[in-house]
Every structure is written in C-alpha cells, then in structure tokens.
C-alpha cells in the first residue's frame, strides 16, 4: 500500500511531463492485464485495440471518433512503450527549457491528431494502402513526441544532445535524421506509423513558426482544457479584499491569510519567470503581477 501512495503522490507533485509518462504508462499495463485476462480464457483480445487504436477506414473512424484521443496513449508492446517514453522525457525536458508544461500537453494532444489526421487521409488517398485499409490501426504516441521534438529542434537547434556511441550531436541534425527516416518508411511495413510522425512533425514546426509571429496555436485547446477541467472542480466561494460576502470588515487575521495566499502566488510567478521567461506567464498571470507592482 506503502508503494501505491508514493506513486499517487509522486504524480500528484509532478509536472505535466511526469503526468504525461504516468498516463502512458498506466493505459500500457491496464490494457496489458485485459489482454492476458482474455487471452488465458481463449477469448479474442483484438477488439480491446479495435476499440481504442484509430483505423485507417472512414467508416469505422466515424463510429470510433474517441480513438484521435485514445490512440496516442495505447501501445501493444513493450519495447514500444519503452523507447516512446524515454524520447518524451528527453525532449520533454528540453521543451520544458523553451516552454511551458500547458504548451507541452496542448503539443502533445495536437502532434497526436496531427499525426492521425495524416495517416487517415493517407491510407484513404494513395492506392498503395487500399488493400490495408479496412483492417489497419494506427497505436502510440510517436506522432506526439515527434511534434515535440521538431518544436525543440526549431527553437534551439543548435543545441545539443549526447547520444551513446555518437557523441554530442545538434538538435537540427537529429530532427533532420527523423523526419527523413519517417519519410523513406512510408512504404514500409510500418507505414501507417511514419507517415504519423510526418504529421506529428509538421504541427511542431507549425507551432514554433507560429509562436515567432506571435500565434499560439496552443491556445485554443488549452482554453478547452481548462474549461474542462473547472467544470468538475468544486467552486470556491471568492473573499474581496474590502470584506466578506455578508457585507463586514475583514479580521486582521482573515486579512493575513488573504495576503499571505498573494505572496505565495507572486513567489510562484516569479519561480517560474526564473525558470522559464517571462514568455511563459499566462494572461492571468501577467496581470497579477502587474497589479502587485502597483501596491
């Protein structure tokens, strides 16, 4: 019992990138126990992957359409998920430099549709997949991750990473390298998986572009996300500085605690200039240092 309270309270203090490889990880042994569960009692498991990975036929995506979602934190084997996530904690923490973990889940969520989108049309446009198209499905976070890791790579592309056997190697080269091997696999055995990094690919590079302009394209579904999110939040009944609801003068020690909970929100804004610039502030928080400014 010991083991799973230090799990719950490790995801609970950690970032969005742990919580990220936690989801993963999570879904990858759920289904794997289902799995062994039915195949003990010579029952298909098939349907349990039918059910969450995206298939490649239009029809069957119309009556599936969670599985853009699902997909991207489903992986059937172990050496899948185990290469996924150490790419998603390398690159994740050198996002997390450029970043913030809001822009790292919103990337993640919109490499992943990326990804499907072009695996979709791809098997729907080119003769080559016809054959393939009624029974493929499209499983793991690669397409995800290789937003990431293009997003990274734009940002900062000359710094770099040190890879066993090779050396110190600059980010631009090993996005470079990816997208390249995606490229010459889209004929391969894997072809549904490459042509999703090629998505998952062109949405990172889309969001550095973007964000030079001054466009988040992160924005918007993470506006959804938080909106998602209060809805099943418990409401906090909201203290004005000048005094209570009822109408009465603050104590002094209604007042301390009220400043003291200011300071603790100032601190936290300012942890995070340190750690990530000024860029990664949000609207609110921008403004709350703003007005703290002005006591």
């Given at each position: 019992m010991?083991?799973?309270?230090?799990?719950?309270?490790?995801?609970?203090?950690?970032?969005?990138?742990t919580?990220?490889?936690?989801?993963?990880?999570?879904?990858?042994v759920?289904?794997?126990i289902?799995?062994?569960?039915?195949?003990?009692?010579?029952?298909?498991?098939?349907?349990?992957?039918?059910?969450?990975?995206?298939?490649?036929?239009?029809?069957?995506?119309?009556?599936?359409?969670?599985?853009?979602?699902?997909?991207?934190f489903?992986?059937?084997?172990?050496?899948?998920?185990?290469?996924n996530?150490?790419?998603?904690y390398?690159?994740?923490?050198?996002?997390?430099?450029?970043?913030n973990?809001k822009?790292l889940?919103?990337?993640?969520?919109?490499?992943?549709?990326?990804?499907?989108?072009?695996?979709?049309?791809?098997?729907?446009?080119?003769?080559?997949?016809?054959?393939?198209v009624a029974?493929?499905?499209?499983?793991?976070?690669?397409?995800?991750?290789?937003?990431i890791?293009?997003?990274v790579?734009?940002r900062?592309?000359?710094m770099?990473?040190?890879?066993?056997?090779?050396?110190?190697?600059?980010l631009?080269?090993?996005?470079?390298?990816?997208?390249?091997?995606?490229?010459?696999?889209?004929t391969?055995?894997?072809?549904?998986?490459?042509?999703?990094?090629?998505?998952?690919?062109?949405?990172?590079?889309i969001?550095v572009?973007?964000?030079?302009?001054?466009k988040?394209?992160?924005?918007?579904?993470?506006?959804?996300i938080?909106?998602?999110?209060?809805?099943?939040?418990?409401?906090?009944?909201?203290?004005?500085?000048?005094?209570?609801?009822?109408?009465?003068?603050?104590?002094?020690?209604e007042y301390?605690?009220?400043?003291?909970?200011?300071?603790?929100e100032?601190?936290?804004?300012?942890?995070?200039?340190?750690?990530?610039?000024?860029?990664?502030?949000?609207?609110?928080?921008?403004?709350?240092?703003?007005?703290?400014?002005?006591?």
């Amino acid at each position: 019992m010991d083991f799973v309270e230090k799990i719950k309270q490790l995801y609970r203090q950690g970032d969005a990138l742990t919580r990220l490889i936690f989801l993963n990880v999570a879904v990858f042994v759920l289904v794997q126990i289902v799995l062994i569960s039915f195949r003990l009692f010579n029952v298909s498991a098939d349907s349990i992957l039918t059910w969450l990975a995206v298939p490649a036929d239009l029809y069957g995506l119309l009556n599936r359409p969670w599985t853009i979602l699902s997909y991207m934190f489903l992986h059937e084997k172990f050496f899948h998920i185990l290469f996924n996530m150490f790419a998603l904690y390398w690159f994740g923490k050198l996002f997390q430099m450029y970043f913030n973990d809001k822009q790292l889940v919103a990337l993640y969520l919109l490499g992943g549709f990326g990804g499907a989108l072009f695996y979709v049309l791809a098997y729907n446009i080119f003769p080559l997949f016809a054959p393939n198209v009624a029974f493929s499905l499209l499983l793991g976070a690669s397409g995800s991750i290789m937003a990431i890791i293009l997003a990274v790579a734009f940002r900062a592309p000359d710094m770099e990473m040190r890879l066993m056997f090779l050396g110190a190697i600059k980010l631009k080269y090993i996005a470079l390298f990816v997208v390249l091997a995606s490229f010459f696999g889209i004929t391969s055995e894997n072809a549904g998986g490459e042509i999703a990094h090629l998505g998952g690919a062109l949405v990172g590079y889309i969001f550095v572009v973007s964000l030079r302009s001054g466009k988040d394209i992160t924005r918007g579904l993470n506006r959804f996300i938080d909106w998602m999110l209060g809805m099943f939040k418990p409401r906090k009944m909201k203290i004005k500085k000048g005094g209570a609801q009822t109408g009465r003068k603050m104590t002094d020690a209604e007042y301390n605690v009220n400043k003291a909970r200011r300071m603790e929100e100032i601190d936290r804004i300012l942890d995070k200039i340190k750690t990530s610039g000024y860029e990664s502030l949000t609207a609110e928080e921008k403004k709350r240092l703003f007005d703290q400014s002005k006591n």
